[in-house]
């Protein structure tokens, strides 16, 4: 990386420690926003203000989180569908009901914290629960988290609810699942039912739930975790071997998701025991009421940093750093292949003829998926500065004058025409896809083109990045 100003975050904690810095600041740049990732970035800002060095790092204050809460709580009431139910990208887009016990399960959650939820928003999402919860015909993982929601805010008549969880326990759930039975039993009342729930669940090792309900062994683990400490049934500590392995797969993971994400600092938040962490830095001690964070830049000015654990009981300590790259990235590819094709108006190849000032071009993105799975995926293709996005979205099939040519284009769930990219969201039915956008020649200069890049947005390690180009724009 370029060394200059590097934030550096340091973590120490007598838990295995989970980088919540690093894991907020990505929550908090990260630059799109389904109903997925709208409250994967908001449900942790609702405990930034208790988790260590979380609003230095962030560079805001309380009055920025409550406005980045009102404003995530808004973008989901605008999705919200007449039934209740939440699209993924809209109001009109298609719903999840797993998804939509997750963006309950954050409203609800801020509302008890005080943020105001639109009533209209908060009735018709809850009924559009017990619906869910009530349908024996239904996926059973969205119905525990549906009725976990409803237990946990009291909505809905109790016996309902425990006779729809006594039923759920008896079809062989996934783990998550039965952490979201035994918290439900626990949220009514019946701690005895909860904990003997919880008492057979095995989280370490433990499979991933479905990819429809965002799942992966790193965030059901977080997400098991948090409710069971959340609902009474497990301690910190009892978990200790728990966040060793969370910590270790954080660890051994080049991307994560927005789900994950937002479940590992849950869980960090979880796991705040108020014990005292006492270290010293550089011979300046400092404590803290759990886990001890602080954001250094690098390079410091004495060529180094000195932490030192100054209690009686050992700690973990972990380091986070993010930056820009000295190097270009290299084409890669894990589960897609993606190539960029960049024509005149009639379809010409350009290859590496300059483009004068004023220039129309089109940008043909195509690629394929090589694993054979289903994905979630997002496009993004970023403009070097000299070439700005012309028109709105080609998608069908187009037959519009010149551009005839372009032949049949994959229709997106959804697609952003912004300053600096282009960006595409789509599920993967088809092994090939294939994608075309207007942009025009404004600056001149030398600049270069970076790579475009598709991922699939809850399995990021899926992914692949294609080929950077130079581009010139000369003048008239």
Do not use: K
Not at 195 to 223: H, K, N, Q, T, V
């Amino acid at each position: 990386y370029y060394a200059d100003g590097l934030p550096v975050s340091l973590t120490a904690d007598s838990t295995p420690p989970l980088d919540t810095v690093q894991l907020l600041r990505s929550l908090y740049l990260y630059p799109y926003g389904c109903a997925e990732q709208t409250t994967s970035r908001a449900m942790p800002l609702l405990y930034a203000a208790s988790l260590p060095g979380a609003e230095q790092a962030l560079d805001i204050d309380q009055n920025e989180i409550d406005n980045r809460l009102r404003t995530a709580i808004r973008r989901l009431s605008a999705m919200q569908t007449t039934s209740g139910n939440f699209g993924l990208w809209n109001w009109y887009s298609y719903t999840r009901p797993w998804l939509d016990a997750y963006v309950m399960d954050f409203l609800s959650r801020a509302r008890e914290l005080g943020h105001a939820v639109p009533e209209q928003t908060w009735d018709s999402g809850m009924r559009a629960l017990e619906i869910t919860a009530l349908d024996s015909y239904g996926d059973d993982d969205a119905r525990a988290y549906a009725v976990y929601v409803l237990a946990r805010n009291g909505w809905s008549d109790p016996y309902d609810l425990a006779y729809v969880a006594d039923n759920l326990q008896r079809n062989g759930l996934t783990t998550i699942s039965q952490a979201l039975v035994a918290a439900t039993f626990a949220n009514l009342g019946d701690m005895q039912r909860g904990l003997s729930i919880a008492g057979d669940i095995e989280i370490d090792g433990l499979s991933a739930s479905g990819y429809w309900f965002y799942g992966s062994p790193l965030r059901d683990s977080a997400m098991v975790a948090t409710i069971l400490i959340e609902s009474g049934l497990a301690s910190p500590s009892s978990l200790l071997s728990t966040y060793e392995a969370i910590g270790r797969g954080f660890g051994e993971r080049r991307w994560t998701s927005t789900q994950e994400n937002a479940w590992l600092v849950m869980a960090a938040h979880a796991a705040r025991s108020g014990h005292m962490v006492a270290v010293s830095l550089n011979g300046e001690t400092q404590t803290s009421e759990g886990a001890w964070q602080t954001t250094l830049t690098w390079p410091p000015e004495d060529g180094y940093v000195a932490l030192r654990n100054e209690g009686d009981a050992p700690l973990f300590a972990s380091i986070g750093v993010s930056g820009y790259p000295l190097a270009d990235p290299v084409p890669e590819a894990d589960g897609f292949e993606i190539w960029r094709y960049v024509y005149d108006r009639n379809g010409v190849p350009l290859g590496s003829q300059a483009l004068m000032q004023n220039d129309l071009v089109v940008v043909v993105v195509a690629g394929r998926v090589t694993d054979g799975l289903s994905h979630d995926a997002m496009f993004v293709d970023l403009l070097p500065a000299g070439l700005e996005l012309e028109n709105a979205r080609l998608e069908g099939v187009i037959d519009v004058g010149d551009l005839a040519w372009l032949g049949e284009l994959t229709w997106p769930d959804t697609i952003e025409l912004r300053d600096d990219r282009f960006v595409a969201a789509f599920e993967t039915y088809d092994d090939r896809f294939r994608f075309a956008y207007l942009a025009r020649a404004v600056t001149p200069g030398t600049y270069s083109m970076p790579p475009p890049h598709i991922e699939d947005m809850y399995r990021p390690y899926i992914f692949a990045r294609g080929e950077a180009r130079s581009i010139v724009v000369t003048g008239p």
